[in-house]
């Protein structure tokens, strides 16, 4: 609930075209629904990474290694391993991202054209 509200602070438009009756912005809200998702996601990346690296350190500190070391060997062996150990998550991540990217890159030349007027201002 938290990261929701943190996306939707971060763009306002967002939030105001998720809102039911937001009239010819419906795009937008499709990729509003992305945004509590990519988050999420992200995070549990991020989080099953860092666990990856404690759970290789620790067996690394098991097998008599000095602290130091088995944390950079596991950072080292983590890099590819998750790769392959977190594919799908990871893929969701990249698919997140780049509807997101796409969604920022059609508003900003939807702007740039009401700009230079080229397109009608009805999205106001």
């Known amino acids: 609930m938290r990261e929701q509200q943190e996306t939707r602070?971060?763009?306002p438009e967002a939030a105001v075209a998720a809102t039911p009756g937001a009239g010819?912005?419906?795009?937008?809200?499709?990729t509003s629904e992305v945004k509590p998702n990519?988050?999420?996601?992200?995070?549990?990346y991020t989080a099953a990474?860092?666990?990856?690296v404690a759970v290789v350190?620790?067996?690394?500190?098991?097998?008599?290694v000095p602290v130091l070391v088995a944390i950079a060997v596991s950072v080292v062996v983590v890099m590819p391993l998750s790769l392959l150990v977190f594919g799908k998550l990871r893929r969701r991540v990249a698919v997140g991202m780049a509807e997101r990217?796409?969604?920022?890159?059609?508003?900003?030349?939807?702007?740039?054209?009401?700009?230079?007027g080229d397109a009608p201002a009805d999205a106001e």
């Not at 990519?38 to 549990?44: F, G, K, M």
């Not at 350190?57 to 008599?64: F, K, P």
């Open 101 to 116: 990217t796409r969604g920022r890159r059609e508003r900003r030349e939807q702007l740039r054209a009401q700009l230079r």
């Open 38 to 44: 990519l988050a999420r996601d992200i995070a549990l």
């Open 9 to 11: 602070t971060d763009e």
């Open 57 to 64: 350190a620790v067996l690394l500190m098991l097998a008599q």
């Open 24 to 30: 010819p912005e419906q795009p937008t809200g499709e």
């Open 49 to 52: 990474r860092f666990g990856l």
